[in-house]
């Protein structure tokens, strides 16, 4: 199955990189670019793209503005530099799916698509600690559902959302198959009112489900 795959940055260079970055990948179509938020939208909701490779800063529109609006056209992974600041927090709020540093290598770009497109969620490595923990202390809970409404395996399968894993990492941990795992983070999502596994990792965070 073919990833389409939408590129949003202001900046023609960069952006061409990703193009063909993305371009060259197996598997990875690239449905179409655009070089602000507000034509990212227009694209979205005309191409249908799986994933849109979102800048945070942008004219017209920027990313968070555009990410907010994509909610259920597809699934935005954010790039931009890691300096924590309310771009980044606010991009995830808006139900980013993913989170990865402009520096980052090819093959690191490729593998975040293609997780982000199998409903994994993906935050650059190294930073996922540091994100989630300076994350989770600029606001209250985002979930606007009782984690008392939770299973108690939809609780534990929460916990390993706070900790990172990946729904194989998390059936291996909890013995069960991973569509089961599937089926149990899109439950937890509902139940809770969040947007992204992203998000129910920050929860988990911030509610001291898990230490990681």
């Known amino acids: 199955m073919t990833?389409?795959?939408l590129v949003a940055d202001d900046q023609a260079?960069?952006?061409?990189?990703?193009?063909l970055i993305l371009g060259s990948a197996r598997g990875i179509e690239v449905a179409g670019e655009a070089a602000d938020g507000r034509e990212a939208v227009a694209m979205a909701r005309e191409l249908r793209p799986d994933v849109v490779v979102m800048d945070v800063r942008m004219p017209r529109l920027d990313g968070i503005a555009a990410t907010r609006e994509l909610a259920g056209v597809a699934d935005v992974l954010v790039l931009t530099t890691f300096d924590l600041d309310e771009y980044v927090f606010g991009a995830?709020?808006?139900g980013a799916a993913g989170f990865l540093l402009k520096d980052t290598d090819a093959n690191r770009l490729v593998e975040a698509v293609r997780l982000v497109a199998a409903g994994e969620g993906f935050i650059a490595p190294g930073v996922t600690r540091r994100l989630?923990?300076?994350?989770a202390a600029t606001r209250?809970?985002?979930a606007t559902g009782p984690v008392a409404?939770?299973?108690?395996?939809?609780?534990?399968?929460l916990a390993c959302l706070g900790?990172?894993?990946?729904?194989?990492?998390?059936?291996?941990?909890?013995a069960m198959a991973e569509t089961t795992t599937k089926t149990h983070?899109?439950?937890?999502?509902?139940k809770l009112g969040l947007r992204s596994r992203v998000q129910a990792a920050i929860y988990a965070q911030e509610i001291g489900l898990t230490s990681a």
């Open 3 to 5: 990833i389409r795959v």
């Open 13 to 19: 260079a960069v952006r061409a990189g990703l193009v």
């Open 92 to 94: 995830l709020r808006a």
């Open 132 to 135: 989630i923990s300076a994350f």
């Open 140 to 142: 209250p809970p985002a």
């Open 149 to 157: 409404g939770l299973t108690p395996r939809e609780r534990d399968v």
């Open 163 to 174: 900790e990172g894993l990946s729904n194989q990492e998390i059936a291996a941990r909890l």
């Open 185 to 190: 983070v899109s439950r937890i999502l509902a």
